[in-house]
C-alpha cells in the first residue's frame, strides 16, 4: 500500500526539529507532526540560551560533543540565523565540592591540564562574580551558548525547504506496527510511514510502552531573570557561562541576551512529575524564588536581586540520567530518542544525524548500546 512518507516525525522540539532538517537536506520523504504550533514554549527548547561546551562534567557525550559544533555551524549556514556563541566557560567552587573535584579528575584522566584562575585574575577579567575564600576556578576556553528557540526554528525552515511536511496541531495518539509499515492515528486521520521516529519530549511517556522505562519521569526546572546594573557587564563579550557550586547549591548562569537581564538558575530539576499536564505553569513556588534572590544577592553582586522574569522547562528523565536513543525492536520501525535528563540541546544536531541514519539506513554509525531504549527491561 502506498506511503504518505518514509518516515514520520513525532514532535517537533528540540530532538525533532534536528531529525526532520537531516532527513529532509538527504532526500527523505518525511512528515513531522506537533501537537501545539511549531516553536511552542512548553517543552524542553526553551530559555533562550543553553551552555555549550567541550564536555569533562559529562564524560560520556565528549565524543558526540566533538561533532556537535560542526553540527550547530552547519545549521547556521543553511539557514542565516545565529545559533552558538562561544564565550568561555567558568566552573566555581570550593576544591572539595563534587563540582570542582570531579571536574578536575575528569580533566585529568582526559590526558588534559586543567587551567585555573586566581582570585587576583578573576577580579581582573570576570568582577561579576563574588568569589569565597576557597573558591576555586576552573577555566574552560572551549564553553559558550546556544539560543534553543532560534535552533529549532533554523532546523524547522530548513528542513520545510528542503520539502519536509509538517502537520501542526496534531497529536498522535495510536502508533500501530506491521511488517513493513507503522500507521500513525491521530482523531480525525491516520498516516502510513515506512518508519517512525518518537522525539515527543517530556510527552513521550503517553506514547512510549510503559515497560521500557519503568520510573521514568519529568523534572520541572524554573528559569530565573534578574536585571542587570551594568549591561556591557553582562553581555556575552565580558560574562561568560559559569556553573558554580555554593551553599550545598549548584547554580548556572548565563550573558544578558534580553532587555539588561540576566539568566542564573538551579543546575538540575527542582520538582517531579508524572506527566505534563500536572505542571502549574503559573503558580511559581516562592521559596525558590526566595533561594535564588539570596543565592544572587551572595554571589553577583552587581545584579538586582529580584527576579523580574520566570519561565519554566520541562524535560524527561531516566532512572539512570542516560537518553533512550535507538529502535525499540528488532524490526527498526519505532526510533525512540527521549529522556535526555535535562543534558540533551547542545548535542542536538548529532542526535538529530543519527536518528536520520536509524530512519532511513536502519543503523547508526554511532555506538547506541548504552542508550538502547529497552535497557531497564533487561536488568
Not at 70 to 92: C, D, F, H, K, N
Not at 253 to 275: E, Y
Amino acid at each position: 500500500m502506498e506511503l504518505d512518507a518514509q518516515v514520520g516525525v513525532v514532535g517537533i522540539g528540540t530532538m525533532g526539529s534536528m531529525a526532520l532538517w537531516q532527513l529532509a537536506s538527504q532526500g527523505a520523504s518525511v512528515i513531522g507532526f506537533e501537537q501545539f504550533r511549531v516553536g511552542h514554549e512548553l517543552g524542553a527548547g526553551v530559555g533562550e540560551a543553553r551552555q555549550f561546551r567541550s564536555n569533562y562534567l559529562e564524560h560520556d557525550v565528549r565524543e558526540i560533543m566533538l561533532q556537535a559544533e560542526a553540527g550547530y555551524r552547519e545549521l547556521e549556514q543553511v539557514s542565516g540565523l545565529p545559533l552558538l556563541t562561544m564565550t568561555g566557560g567558568l566552573t566555581i567552587g570550593p576544591a572539595d565540592s563534587p563540582l570542582i573535584s570531579e571536574l578536575v579528575k575528569r580533566i585529568l584522566d582526559a590526558g588534559d591540564d586543567p587551567v585555573f584562575l586566581n582570585h587576583k585574575e578573576m577580579a581582573e577579567r570576570f568582577p561579576q562574580h563574588e568569589l569565597d575564600e576557597d573558591d576555586i576556578v576552573v577555566w574552560n576556553e572551549n564553553s559558550g551558548f546556544v539560543r534553543p528557540e532560534n535552533t529549532i526554528a533554523a532546523a524547522i525552515l530548513t528542513a520545510r525547504a528542503a520539502g519536509a511536511e509538517i502537520v501542526e496541531g496534531c497529536e498522535i495518539t495510536d502508533i500501530e506496527e506491521h511488517p513493513d509499515h507503522v500507521l500513525l492515528r491521530s482523531a480525525d486521520r491516520v498516516w502510513r510511514v515506512r518508519r517512525v521516529v518518537l522525539t515527543a519530549g517530556p510527552w513521550i511517556w503517553r506514547v512510549l510502552p510503559k515497560t521500557v522505562v519503568p520510573g521514568g519521569d519529568l523534572g520541572r526546572l524554573l528559569l530565573t531573570w534578574f536585571p542587570s546594573k551594568d549591561h556591557e557587564l553582562f553581555s556575552p563579550d565580558h560574562f561568560p557561562t559559569f556553573t558554580r557550586y555554593a551553599f550545598g547549591t549548584t547554580l548556572y548562569g548565563l550573558p544578558s541576551l534580553w532587555s539588561g537581564t540576566v539568566r542564573v538558575g538551579f543546575a538540575g530539576p527542582r520538582s517531579r512529575f508524572s506527566d505534563p499536564d500536572e505542571l502549574n505553569r503559573i503558580i511559581v513556588p516562592q521559596n525558590e524564588i526566595d533561594t535564588i534572590q539570596g543565592l544572587v544577592a551572595r554571589l553577583i553582586p552587581d545584579l538586582f536581586p529580584i527576579v523580574v522574569r520566570t519561565g519554566t522547562h520541562l524535560d524527561a528523565y531516566t532512572p539512570d540520567g542516560q537518553p533512550l536513543i535507538g529502535p525499540l525492536d528488532s524490526s527498526g520501525n519505532i526510533i525512540a530518542a527521549a529522556g535526555f535528563s535535562g543534558r540533551g540541546f547542545k548535542m542536538a544536531p548529532v542526535i538529530g544525524k543519527i536518528l536520520a541514519e536509524l530512519a532511513v539506513e536502519g543503523a547508526s554509525r554511532t555506538d547506541l548500546f548504552r542508550w538502547r531504549p529497552r535497557r531497564f527491561e533487561e536488568s
